[in-house]
């Protein structure tokens, strides 16, 4: 389960996917893994006509979670079609303990702080709550300060806590629900980019040029269009981008061949401050700077 968590949590997000057939299902996948959060979740029953997570499984590559009711057989079905990850209730505990003696590994939906309390019992180490609930907060902060537990939040894209807990450390990712309208890839692709930048908090900050830059008009027009300002006379030319989460910045950037430079890292105990990336953007040199 750690290895699980510890790659969900770079990705810090995991798209509810409920398409009505399986080019649709492939369309999405697609769209996806090319925006480079290949995390999806899909509803799972056993009298269902079309197993999605078979199919995805058999079209991309992805981190697949199955969507399941607290039932043995069909969490071990869900397995059997390839699913990485169940989600559920905590209707039984029997269930649950069989599931974990299997070595499933589940994310258990928590509703109230009893369930939260009952959850530490049963040796669960990940719990679900959705940011509906009318005391979600409190069951939140109780996750947070009372337990020990991986925590996933649940909601609609626009109204997940995202700058509230992104950075905690037992928050594993959001589930977002209601992501997409549209089984279009190109649009799966551009929304999926466009979370992931508000989840990241990317922001371009400033360019700096050198004195004797060749790049004077090139820098006006990116200072131009980005509204950000330009500063002269620095020792290089570089582009500097504040973030709001370093680590899964870095784990993203991963996943699109970009790699810092360690060696230019600038650090606060074990928190990456500031670094370099090896890698230009549109040919400008980066300097990725973490939000205080």
């Keep these: ?56 499984n058999e079209h991309e590559d992805m981190f697949i979670g199955a969507q399941c009711s607290c039932n043995i057989d069909e969490m071990e079905r869900s397995m059997a079609s390839g699913a990485h990850f169940i989600f559920s209730t905590m209707d039984n505990a029997e269930v649950i303990k069989t599931s974990l003696t299997r ?63 992104r950075n905690h450390k037992q928050l594993v990712a959001f589930v977002v629900e209601e992501f997409s309208f549209s089984t279009v890839e190109e649009e799966v692709y551009t929304r999926a980019v466009s979370i992931i930048h508000k989840l990241l908090g990317l922001e371009y900050t400033q360019l700096s040029i050198s004195e004797d830059s060749l790049r004077l008009d090139e820098a006006k027009i990116f200072s131009s269009l980005t509204a950000i300002p330009l500063l002269f006379n620095a020792p290089r030319d570089l582009l500097t981008i504040k973030v709001a989460d370093m680590d899964r910045t870095i784990a993203y950037l991963k996943w699109k061949n970009i790699f810092m430079d360690p060696l230019s890292a600038k650090m606060n105990g074990n928190i990456i401050v500031e670094t370099d990336l090896y890698t230009e953007f549109l040919s400008w040199s980066v300097k990725l700077v973490n939000k205080p």
């Design 1 to 56: 389960m750690n290895r699980l968590l510890k790659k969900l949590k770079e990705f810090g997000l995991i798209i509810v996917i409920d398409p009505i057939g399986i080019n649709e299902t492939i369309s999405i996948c697609h769209g996806l893994k090319r925006a480079d959060i290949p995390v999806g979740l899909f509803q799972y029953s056993t009298d269902q006509t079309l197993d999605q997570v078979n199919i995805s």
């Design 103 to 165: 070595g499933y590994d589940l994310i258990v939906e928590a509703t109230t702080r009893e369930e939260i309390d009952r959850a530490v019992q049963l040796n669960i180490e990940a719990i679900e709550i959705r940011c509906t609930l009318p005391d979600s907060e409190s069951l939140i902060r109780h996750t947070l300060s009372e337990t020990n537990l991986a925590l996933f939040i649940r909601g609609e894209k626009n109204k997940l806590p995202l700058k509230k807990w």
